[in-house]
C-alpha cells in the first residue's frame, strides 16, 4: 500500500461499504467506463455489454467486504478486472448453450480466449479519463480560482511562479491550492486509483 493510500481517511470505498448511496453511484461513474471498455475488446456490445456490466457491479456489491490491497500490486482495478472476466466467461457460456444465439462455435472460441489469452493492459487514455472523471467528482467542492490554479500547475504543468503571478497570489498561495485539491482526491478516491 503506497503512503498516499494510508492517508485516506473516509474514502469512497468506505463510504460504500458504509452503504452510501451516493458513494456507490459515484464508483459506478468511475469503473463503469473501464467495465465497458473490456466487453468492447472481447466483442461483448451494446445491450449484453451492459446486462454483464450491471453483473460485474452487482458482484462487486456483494464482495466488496473481501477487497484487499494486502500486496503492493493489488489494486482495485485489478479486483474489478478478475470479476469482469468471469462474468464474460458466463456470459459466454449462455450463449454457446442458447441455440437462438450466434453460432455455438464462435460462442465457444470467444469463451476460450476470454479465459486463456491476456488482458489488454489499460492504455493512458482509460487511465486519463478515470483521473478526469476522479477529479470531476471533487470539483465542485472547491472555488473556481482555487480549481483554476490547481488545474494549471497540476494537469497542465505551468510553472508555480507563473500561475502565481498571472493570478496575482503567492506561488505559496498556488501550492497550497494544489494541496488541498490533491489532499480531498486522495480522501475521495486514494485506494481505488493505483
Known amino acids: 500500500m503506497s503512503s498516499r493510500d494510508k492517508l485516506t481517511s473516509v474514502s469512497l470505498l468506505d463510504r460504500i461499504r458504509d452503504r452510501d448511496e451516493?458513494?456507490?453511484r459515484r464508483l459506478?461513474?468511475?469503473?463503469?467506463?473501464?467495465?465497458?471498455?473490456?466487453?468492447?475488446?472481447?466483442?461483448?456490445?451494446?445491450q449484453d455489454a451492459d446486462d454483464v456490466t450491471q453483473e460485474v457491479f452487482h458482484s462487486v456489491a456483494k464482495s466488496l467486504e473481501a477487497f484487499r490491497r494486502d500486496r503492493p500490486d493489488d489494486t482495485f482495478r485489478g479486483w474489478l478486472r478478475v470479476i469482469t472476466r468471469n462474468k464474460l466467461l458466463d456470459h459466454f457460456r449462455r450463449l454457446e448453450n442458447q441455440p437462438a444465439a450466434q453460432g455455438g462455435s464462435e460462442a465457444y472460441?470467444?469463451?476460450?480466449?476470454?479465459?486463456?489469452?491476456?488482458?489488454?493492459?489499460?492504455?493512458?487514455?482509460?487511465?486519463?479519463?478515470?483521473?478526469?472523471?476522479?477529479?470531476?467528482?471533487?470539483r465542485s467542492e472547491f472555488e473556481e480560482r482555487t480549481w483554476d490554479a490547481f488545474w494549471r500547475t497540476a494537469v497542465e504543468g505551468q510553472a508555480t511562479?507563473?500561475?502565481a503571478?498571472?493570478?496575482?497570489?503567492?506561488?505559496?498561495?498556488?501550492?497550497?491550492?494544489?494541496?488541498?485539491?490533491?489532499?480531498?482526491?486522495?480522501?475521495?478516491?486514494?485506494e481505488l486509483i493505483a
Open 22 to 24: 451516493e458513494a456507490w
Open 28 to 46: 459506478v461513474r468511475l469503473y463503469a467506463p473501464f467495465v465497458a471498455s473490456w466487453c468492447a475488446h472481447w466483442g461483448v456490445r451494446g
Open 109 to 138: 472460441r470467444q469463451l476460450e480466449q476470454v479465459a486463456q489469452e491476456q488482458w489488454p493492459e489499460d492504455s493512458a487514455a482509460d487511465l486519463g479519463s478515470l483521473y478526469h472523471r476522479a477529479l470531476d467528482l471533487v
Open 161 to 163: 511562479a507563473v500561475v
Open 165 to 190: 503571478a498571472e493570478m496575482g497570489v503567492s506561488a505559496a498561495a498556488i501550492r497550497k491550492a494544489k494541496s488541498r485539491i490533491l489532499h480531498r482526491l486522495r480522501q475521495e478516491v486514494g
